[in-house]
């Protein structure tokens, strides 16, 4: 199933079903950094996908893929700039340090836990069920 999301109430909807996962696409922050420092990023795991641990009213704690450590994520503040286009969610970012810097994250399922596909229904004719209707039943 596709994941199309257009709200941060489409994100966090998507977020408190069950194998939710994000992955950084982009980090300008940290594209902007020495290769040291985006070398120490990386080996931090802060790259790896991040599974849901746990959702509050204002943010989602992540846990990092093979390692003990968690991640939040805050939405009580200046979330009317995040952008959402299909499976992905674009945010910016408050550093202060230069030009604007923005985090892009592609929302997926873990393996295994993808929702199954919902079967496409025929729009039902009303106007052709109340006429047979009225055939059968005349005033």
């Given amino acids: 199933m596709a994941i199309v999301l257009r709200s941060l109430s489409d994100f966090?909807?998507?977020l408190a079903q069950p194998g939710a996962t994000i992955q950084i696409v982009?980090?300008?922050?940290?594209e902007r950094q020495p290769e040291?420092?985006?070398v120490?990023?990386?080996e931090k795991g802060m790259m790896e996908p991040r599974t849901v641990h746990a959702l509050s009213k204002k943010a989602a704690i992540f846990s990092l893929r093979g390692r003990p450590d968690t991640v939040w994520l805050y939405w009580d503040k200046g979330?009317?700039?995040?952008?959402y286009s299909g499976d992905t969610v674009r945010i910016p970012l408050a550093t202060s340090?230069?030009?604007p810097d923005e985090i892009v994250y592609r929302c997926t399922f873990a393996p295994g836990f993808?929702?199954?596909e919902r079967p496409v229904r025929a729009p039902r004719r009303r106007a052709q069920a109340d006429a047979q209707g009225e055939a059968r039943h005349p005033a």
């Fill in 79 to 83: 979330t009317r700039n995040w952008h």
């Fill in 36 to 38: 040291a420092a985006q």
């Fill in 26 to 30: 982009r980090n300008t922050f940290i």
């Fill in 97 to 99: 340090l230069g030009p």
């Fill in 114 to 116: 993808e929702p199954a």
């Fill in 12 to 14: 966090k909807r998507f």
């Fill in 40 to 42: 120490a990023y990386r």
